[in-house]
C-alpha cells in the first residue's frame, strides 16, 4: 500500500523508500512507500514531477498502491525525495476543484446531475443529465464565480462506506467499501461528494470559472469549462478576436457584434442575387446549348466545356437542359487542377449514366460514379491531360453508341 502524502495539505514533496523498480516498454515503473505524486484516477490527470533525479511523466493505481513511470531506474531501498511540478498539480487541481463547483451548483439551481467529467490538458467537460438553456448556462457560471468569490473552505472528512447512506451528498456513492474520502465545499453549501483527487483550500484559489461551449448531448447538456490560468488564456483569446474584428470593421468593440451581422446580412442578400442572375445565365446557356445539341435518332446529344465552373455549376446547369427529356448531357468544367465532370439524362434517354461514366472516367484519367439518371467525377489536370481531345473521343463514343 501506497501512503498518499499529497492529502495531507495538497503537499508537493515528500521524502520515501524505493519498493521495487521493474523495466517496462517505455521507461521503468518505480513503487515507493509514499508519494506526493498524483496518480491519474477520478477524471483527474496524473501529476508529473521527479523521483530523486528520475523524471517521472506519468503515474497510477493498481490496487491500492502507486506506480510512477520514470526515465531512470532507481535503486530498490534507496531513500530519495519525491517532487510532484507544482504548475501541473495547481492547474489539474483548479480545473477539479471548479468541476465540484459547477456540479455542485447545477444541482441546487436545476436540479441536474453530473453524469460524467473528463478532463484533459487543454480542456475538461462535464455531462449533466438535463438539458439546460442558454440563459440557464449563464446564471451557473454566473453562481459558481460567486460562490469562489466568497473564497468558501474546502474540508475533507473520511468514512467507511456502510456510512454514506446517512451522509447527504449530491452524488449517492452505492457499493462502496473501506475508507471512503467526502469533499465538502462549504460544508456542502456549494457541493458536498465522494472524491480521491485533490482540491484547493478555498474556493478562490480557484481563480476563475468559464464556462467556453456547451451543447445537447445524450439528452442533457455538456459543458467545456476552464478554470485558473486556463480561463485568463481563453478570454485573452476571445479578446484578440474581438479587438481584429474591431480593427476589420472599424467598429467600436461594444458594436462589433452589430457590424458582424449587418455584414451577414448583406452577404446573404448578395449571394441571393448572385444566384438569381446565376440562373438566368445558365438559361441562357442552357437554351444556347440545346439550339446547338446534336440530334442523333430521338436523343439530343450535348457535350460541352464549362471552363471555370464548378461541380455544383454544373449540376444546375445539367438540370436545366434535362427539362428537355430527349436530352443526354455530359458537361466538363476547368477549375484549378482539376477536370470535373457532371453526367445527367432526361426521362425519354434509356443510356445508364452510371455506365457512361466509367468511359468518361477512362477517357480523363479520373474517378466517379452514380446512379442511372446522374454521374458525375473529377481527376487532376497534368501536363499529360488533353482535355479537349478526351471531349471529343467521348463525343465520336456517344454517337457510335447511340447510334447502335
Known amino acids: 500500500m501506497t501512503k498518499r502524502a499529497y492529502y495531507e495539505n495538497g503537499a508537493l514533496e515528500c521524502e520515501a523508500t524505493v ?7 517505455n521507461g521503468f515503473e518505480i513503487l515507493t512507500d509514499v508519494t506526493s505524486i498524483f496518480p491519474e484516477s477520478g477524471g ?6 521527479f523521483i ?23 535503486e530498490v531501498g534507496a531513500k530519495v525525495k519525491i517532487a510532484a511540478d507544482a504548475g501541473p498539480r495547481l492547474d489539474h487541481t483548479q480545473q477539479h476543484s471548479g468541476e465540484h463547483i459547477l456540479s455542485g451548483m447545477a444541482s441546487k439551481l436545476f436540479g441536474a446531475k453530473n453524469v460524467g467529467f473528463h478532463m484533459a490538458e487543454e480542456y475538461a467537460t462535464i455531462d449533466l443529465d438535463t438539458q439546460l438553456t442558454h440563459e440557464q448556462i449563464k446564471e451557473l457560471q454566473r453562481e459558481a464565480n460567486r460562490a469562489v468569490q466568497r473564497n468558501v473552505p474546502v474540508t475533507y472528512e473520511t468514512v467507511q462506506g456502510e456510512e454514506l447512506e446517512n451522509i447527504t451528498l449530491r452524488k449517492q456513492a452505492k457499493g462502496l467499501k473501506g475508507d471512503i474520502r467526502i469533499v465538502y465545499f462549504d460544508g456542502g453549501e456549494v457541493d458536498s461528494c465522494t472524491c480521491c483527487g485533490t482540491h484547493v483550500a478555498f474556493s478562490g484559489e480557484v481563480g476563475y470559472i468559464k464556462i467556453t461551449a456547451h451543447i445537447k448531448y445524450k439528452g442533457g447538456t455538456r459543458i467545456w469549462f476552464a478554470c485558473g490560468m486556463r480561463a485568463v488564456e481563453d478570454s485573452l483569446n476571445n479578446q484578440d478576436i474581438v479587438d481584429s474584428l474591431a480593427v476589420r470593421f472599424s467598429a467600436k468593440q461594444e458594436d462589433v457584434l452589430n457590424a458582424v451581422l449587418r455584414q451577414g446580412d448583406e452577404l ?11 440562373e438566368k445565365l445558365n438559361e441562357f446557356i442552357a437554351a444556347e446549348l440545346l439550339g446547338k445539341a446534336e440530334v442523333i435518332g430521338a436523343t439530343k446529344l450535348i457535350i460541352d466545356m464549362q471552363k471555370g465552373s464548378s461541380m455544383n455549376e454544373l449540376k444546375n446547369l445539367g438540370d436545366m437542359l434535362i427539362r428537355d427529356e430527349n436530352v443526354l448531357a455530359m458537361l466538363f468544367g476547368e477549375n484549378g487542377d482539376s477536370l470535373v465532370y457532371q453526367l445527367a439524362r432526361g426521362r425519354n434517354v434509356k443510356t445508364s449514366m452510371r455506365e457512361l461514366i466509367k468511359a468518361v472516367n477512362a477517357a480523363a484519367g479520373g474517378k466517379g460514379g452514380g446512379r442511372d439518371e446522374y454521374a458525375q467525377g473529377s481527376a487532376k489536370i497534368t501536363s499529360a491531360t488533353d482535355a479537349e481531345g478526351s471531349i471529343e473521343s467521348l463525343r465520336g463514343y456517344c454517337r457510335s ?3 447502335a
Open 44 to 49: 483527474q490527470l496524473s501529476d508529473t514531477g
Open 19 to 25: 519498493l521495487r523498480c521493474r523495466a517496462v516498454e
Open 401 to 403: 453508341m447511340l447510334k
Open 268 to 278: 446573404t442578400a448578395a449571394r441571393h442575387q448572385l444566384k438569381e442572375r446565376t
Open 52 to 74: 530523486g533525479n528520475s523524471r517521472v511523466t506519468h503515474a497510477r493505481e493498481e490496487g491500492s498502491e502507486v506506480w510512477h513511470l520514470c526515465d531512470k531506474a532507481v
